[in-house]
Structures are given as C-alpha cells and as structure tokens.
C-alpha cells in the first residue's frame, strides 16, 4: 500500500520562507513525476509545481515561478518544496501527488496516490 506523507507547513508571515517534505513508502518514486498542488479555503485544488523522475524537468505556477523550488531526493523516496517570499495568497493546504508517468505534468488526473495535506497559512 502507498502512503504519501507531507509535511513542513505552519504559521508564518508574508516574506518568510518554509519547506515542505513528502516522503513516499510501499513503493519507488524513481520512475515517477512528482507534483505539489495546493488548496485555499474555498477554492477547487490548483497545480504548484512538478518534477520529472530525474529531476531534469521542472514545471511551476505563474505565481509562484521565482520563489519556490521543487527537488526531489530518490534515494530517501522524498520530495520537497522550498518556498521563499512566502505571500498571504500562498495559504492553503498542500499536496503531494505521485504520477502515473515519467514526465512532468500539471494535471490532476496524472497522478493516482495523494496525501492528506498539510497546512499553509501566511499573514499578512
């Protein structure tokens, strides 16, 4: 069985900086594109960034391009988000999803294994 774990939300303020980490078990992720999504109060989930499975392709938000990072780290089965210049409109719950492919991508119905979230709130 797959379990995808996120972590590294919190409380911060705008200008801060965090770093999320998604751990995977009961499978490899080196042969899968990784992607962050996040959800805001209200709002439908909404694409952050992606990964290919080597790490040699990168997709981002507008929004977000310039201030956050995705890497990954195969060898531990983790995936990170380093996010600088945090804003009050980055808040919302954050995702990890494992892909069905090997490339990276921004659609939801990509990736098949998902994991509870965890939460992001910036003040403002």
């Known amino acids: 069985q797959v379990q995808v774990v996120e972590s590294g939300g919190g409380l911060v303020q705008a200008g801060d900086s965090l770093r999320l980490s998604c751990t995977i078990s009961g499978r490899t992720i080196n042969t899968s594109a990784m992607a962050w999504f996040r959800q805001a109060p209200g709002k439908e989930r909404e694409f952050v960034a992606a990964?290919?499975?080597?790490?040699?392709?990168?997709l981002y938000e507008d929004s977000v391009k310039g201030r956050f990072t995705i890497s990954r780290d195969n060898a531990k089965n983790t995936v990170y988000l380093q996010m600088n210049s945090l804003k009050f409109e980055d808040t919302g719950v954050y995702y990890c999803?494992?892909?069905?492919?090997?490339?990276?991508?921004?659609?939801?119905?990509?990736?098949?294994?998902w994991g509870q979230g965890t939460q992001v709130t910036v003040s403002s």
């Open positions: 990964i290919n499975y080597n790490s040699r392709g990168t």
């Open positions: 999803g494992v892909s069905r492919y090997y490339s990276e991508s921004t659609s939801q119905d990509d990736f098949g294994s």
